[in-house]
């Protein structure tokens, strides 16, 4: 797998290998050698993220560039690096029926039809999904950009199919036309821009590939205007307070799952109500999972909401055929679960984007 990587910079192959003490790191380094830029290979995963990455022998511009490129990097990226990163290695959410199911019905894959495909999980988080295909037989490369990828290289640890890259999706280590599959569940609405993340995923599924992504929905604007409002605090507070908070509120979400489910239609509607004014309270019947979703909500820093006809139109406009809105098709997938925006397409043969 790492033979197949590029330089995210520049786009050309990666060539040769230096181990050792780089700089005044223990690990071994991927070299680009056009750029003189060495990517860390830490724990076996490599971490090709550009603005993390060792400037090597680089004339004085090139290291000022390098400099501005940090600098902004940190501002665009660093919260939801770290957001997603704490998350996943303290929450261990991961179960398979469930994971699968999901799969399924938020991607329209059949995992039994993913066997030899080359699958790419665009934002694997904790690695349930990568864990799923993997399983599967696919030969899955899971991305993420955050030390999420740990999480989900200790998950997958069984699966010899199953390669892990921390980088960003803006800017993929993979040459164009590498993959018969794209998914993304959930991760493309956390990046600074939900359309140009997934814009930048098409250039890498192969002709006659299929890309899938789950986004969340857009909502009426009373709740919109009060989830904007709550997240404008939420999101500046330290992680471990909103911890606190995702299980001080644990039990209201789990009562509230529970009268969603009975038949106390009138009761159900109230509840109903505390949604809208206090959104984001998970109602998953599992405490841990619904910890998990609540902190998940209110901590990333990008949280952007999407209509169906907006998503269609991004897959017209990058040319993809056969476009089906799963959501409809599937509607809720299973209890706790909320509801999203959720599309498939096919790249047809003959297109060059
Ligand atoms: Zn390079």
């Known amino acids: 797998m790492f033979d197949e990587l590029i330089c995210p910079d520049c786009r050309t192959p990666i060539a040769g290998w230096t181990s050792g003490n780089a700089a005044d790191r223990d690990c071994e380094m991927l070299r680009c050698v056009r750029c003189c830029v060495s990517y860390p290979v830490i724990k076996g995963i490599p971490r090709m993220i550009r603005e993390m990455a060792e400037q090597t022998s680089a004339p004085r511009a090139a290291a000022a560039d390098a400099e501005n490129h940090a600098a902004d990097f940190h501002k665009t990226w660093h919260r939801t690096q ?32 993913l066997s030899g495909m080359k699958v790419l999980d665009a ?76 814009e930048a995923l098409i250039p890498y599924l192969k002709p006659g590939g299929e890309i899938s992504i789950w986004l969340y929905p857009k909502w009426d604007p009373l709740r919109e205007t009060m989830n904007r409002f709550w997240r404008s605090i939420t999101t500046r507070l330290p992680h471990a307070a909103i911890h606190t908070f995702s299980r001080l509120v644990s039990p209201f979400g789990a009562l509230r799952g529970r009268v969603y489910r009975s038949k106390q239609r009138m009761l159900a509607r109230i509840l109903w109500q ?55 098709e599937y509607g809720q997938f299973h209890p706790g679960q909320g509801e999203g925006v959720c599309f498939t397409g096919k790249k047809p043969a003959a297109i060059d984007c």
């Open 82 to 113: 770290t957001s997603f990163g704490r998350q996943w290695l303290r929450y261990d959410v991961q179960t398979t029926d469930e994971d699968k199911q999901t799969f399924e019905n938020k991607t329209g894959f059949c995992l039994n039809r």
């Open 274 to 328: 505390t949604e809208k004014i206090f959104p984001g309270i998970s109602n998953h019947p599992d405490p841990r999972q619904r910890v998990c979703d609540t902190f998940d909500w209110l901590t990333p820093q990008y949280q952007w909401h999407h209509t169906d006809a907006e998503v269609r139109d991004w897959f017209r406009s990058v040319g993809l055929t056969d476009i089906r809105n799963l959501s409809e």
């Open 123 to 198: 934002g694997c988080g904790g690695g349930r999904y990568a864990f799923v295909t993997g399983s599967a037989s696919a030969n899955v490369t899971a991305v993420d950009i955050s030390l999420a990828v740990e999480k989900t290289q200790e998950l997958c640890r069984s699966l010899k199919n199953v390669a892990i890259i921390q980088a960003n999706l803006m800017s993929l280590p993979f040459s164009k036309a590498s993959f018969d599959r794209i998914y993304s569940i959930g991760v493309l609405h956390h990046t600074p821009d939900t359309r140009k993340a997934f």
